[in-house]
């Protein structure tokens, strides 16, 4: 199987682990380091990290828009993790993200960059790309954020463009106005990855009750997706279909970093997606993905028998009855 990741908004993350760090203040770090990432990028290195293992033959590609100026982490990540580089060199430098990790308080704090400007020109280009690209692939993965110059219905048109009876699985992560885009847009991907606060600020109302998550994730079900996958964060995550809903509880594990946590998750559940798996077993294998990937810096997998082990530990519990029949 193949799958074309795509992230329009790349960053190098740079990611330092400070104990007890505080604002306004001198801070000691223990380790850093820079890693090539952005969403989308960080679902194809967990692929990579999955087929690695042995447990899948996938192909991978990779595209998006990246500054010509520091290129090259990602291209030594494309050529270590055997991942097809179809980004195209823009003027300018890629972001930098800024990860700060407490392992004290298991908690991490974000700083993105806008990223580089892309022209209406370059947009009409990587759209052109995508669409040669994306019948040659199993799956396309649509991640991240919008760089200055993107529409915000950039998803939402490809979506339009590429879904159809014999395209790809479309599968969707992102937030803000882009994912209000996609959400209104006339045809929905398949497989949709939102987490709660993404979700309750694009459909412009909270979901504090299992019994309203479900019903907003069946708003969607009607309009088109196949698979909503709904993440809650440490309480774990909601998968739901047109033939029922489980909810993943992962295990406890010491959390060294949380950037990549939800693109490990859309890794799992696009990979189980296209091996048939059922959908119980994707969110138990996508958790798994998760969890894993939070006890380490950077986006990867750990060993193989961590992982497989830390599968076993996923609880997965099927929809109350309570809170209604689907």
């Known amino acids: 199987m193949r799958v074309l990741t795509v992230t329009p908004n790349p960053a190098l993350d740079l990611t330092v682990q400070a104990p007890g760090w505080q604002p306004s203040a001198v801070n000691v770090v223990d380790r850093a380091q820079t890693d090539a990432g952005g969403k989308g990028v960080n679902v194809a290195a967990v692929l990579a990290d999955w087929a690695a293992h042995g447990e899948s033959t996938i192909e991978l590609s990779a595209a998006g828009w990246l500054g010509q100026g520091n290129a090259s982490p990602f291209e030594e990540l494309f050529r270590e993790r055997g991942i097809q580089d179809h980004f195209m060199r823009v003027p300018g430098e890629t972001r930098l ?67 159809t009876p014999a395209g790809p699985l479309l599968a969707v992560d992102t937030s803000g106005a882009a994912l209000t885009a996609v959400l209104n847009a006339p045809q929905l991907p398949q497989l949709l990855k939102p987490n709660i606060h993404e979700l309750e600020a694009a459909l412009g109302r909270e979901l504090p009750s299992d019994a309203e998550r479900l019903a ?77 990937n939070v006890t380490r810096l950077g986006a990867g997998l750990p060993p193989h028998a961590d992982l497989l082990a830390l599968q076993q530990q996923v609880q997965i519990q099927p929809q109350l009855r309570e809170q209604g029949e689907l």
């Open 97 to 163: 993200g800024l990860k700060i990790v407490d392992p004290l308080s298991q908690s991490t704090t974000d700083f993105n960059l806008p990223g580089v400007q892309v022209t209406p020109e370059q947009v009409a280009a990587l759209t052109a790309n995508l669409r040669r690209l994306a019948p040659q692939h199993s799956a396309v993965v649509l991640s991240g954020s919008l760089p200055p110059g993107v529409p915000s219905d950039f998803y939402a048109e490809l979506i339009q463009a590429l879904r």
């Open 216 to 292: 907003a994730t069946h708003e969607l079900l009607n309009r088109g997706a196949e698979w909503v996958a709904l993440s809650l964060g440490e309480e774990g995550a909601w998968l739901v279909w047109n033939g029922g809903a489980v909810l993943a509880r992962p295990p406890q594990v010491a959390v060294v970093s949380t950037v990549g946590a939800g693109d490990a998750m859309v890794a799992g559940l696009v990979s189980a997606r296209l091996e048939g798996l059922s959908p119980a077993d994707a969110l138990r294998r996508a958790t798994a993905f998760s969890a894993g």
